[in-house]
């Protein structure tokens, strides 16, 4: 049974920083693509980064440019998002998404597997 598992979600002030951890399980994914999106209340879900198999490349909406980062550690199927300087913006459940492919991208239908996501609330 594959699984995702989102983890490392929670409170943090304006400016702070958290780290999102997404645990596969089931089958290795080290040779897809991996996504993290989000989706605010009232919102629909938006693609937020993703990363290529080998982590050599990576992608950003452009909403967390230059303030998030994605990156995965394959020998763990695990990938990773470090968020710094949140804003209150951020605030969304966040998910973990592994690729049917090697690409990357912003179109959720690129995806096949979904975690069941992590709340992530910053206040200001």
């Known amino acids: 049974q594959v699984q995702l598992v989102e983890s490392g979600g929670g409170l943090v002030q304006v400016g702070g920083s958290l780290r999102l951890s997404c645990a596969a399980s089931?089958?290795?994914?080290?040779?897809?693509?991996m996504g993290w999106f989000r989706q605010a209340p009232g919102k629909e879900r938006e693609y937020a980064a993703s990363?290529?198999?080998?982590?050599?490349?990576?992608y950003f909406a452009d909403s967390v440019k230059g303030r998030f980062t994605i990156s995965r550690d394959n020998a763990k199927n695990t990938v990773y998002l470090q968020m710094n300087n949140s804003k209150p913006d951020d605030t969304a459940i966040y998910y973990c998404?592994?690729?049917?492919?090697?690409?990357?991208?912003?179109?959720?239908?690129?995806?096949?597997?979904w975690g069941q996501g992590t709340q992530v609330t910053v206040s200001s």
């Open positions: 998404a592994a690729g049917r492919t090697i690409l990357p991208g912003q179109d959720a239908s690129r995806y096949a597997y």
């Open positions: 990363i290529t198999p080998s982590g050599a490349l990576t």
């Open positions: 089931g089958r290795t994914f080290s040779n897809v693509a």
